[in-house]
């Protein structure tokens, strides 16, 4: 069984940066896909940032140019650094991992961007 968690949400004043971790275990292989998705009070979940296991990005327009999304095969973690945040980057932001056609999840942290 795969398991993810997050770490390093908190509060942070726009302009500010955060880092988020992501740590998986259980067996993952093969071709997958980590991603990160957030959800605002009353919206959708969305997805933020995804990096397959080969290293390739993709970034919501709302985040390019301020997330970088990267990951360590090895040890199973991505993490996804925020910078020039905005208070419209407040959600709970979860992590996860696509792997066979099936979709694991974390149980999310909550970013709040103060103005």
């Known amino acids: 069984q795969v398991q993810l968690v997050e770490s390093g949400g908190g509060l942070v004043q726009a302009g500010g940066s955060l880092r988020l971790d992501c740590a998986a275990s259980?067996?993952?292989?093969?071709?997958?896909?980590m991603n990160w998705y957030r959800q605002a009070p009353g919206k959708q979940r969305d997805l933020v940032a995804a990096i397959t296991s080969g290293g390739n990005t993709n970034y919501a327009n709302s985040v390019k140019g301020r997330f970088t999304m990267s990951r360590d095969n090895a040890e199973n973690t991505a993490t996804l650094q925020m910078n020039s945040l905005k208070p419209e980057d407040t959600a709970v932001y979860y992590c996860?991992?696509?792997?066979?056609?099936?979709?694991?999840w974390g149980q999310g942290t909550q970013v709040t961007v103060s103005s």
């Open positions: 259980g067996r993952i292989f093969g071709f997958n896909v």
């Open positions: 996860s991992l696509r792997m066979l056609n099936r979709d694991y």
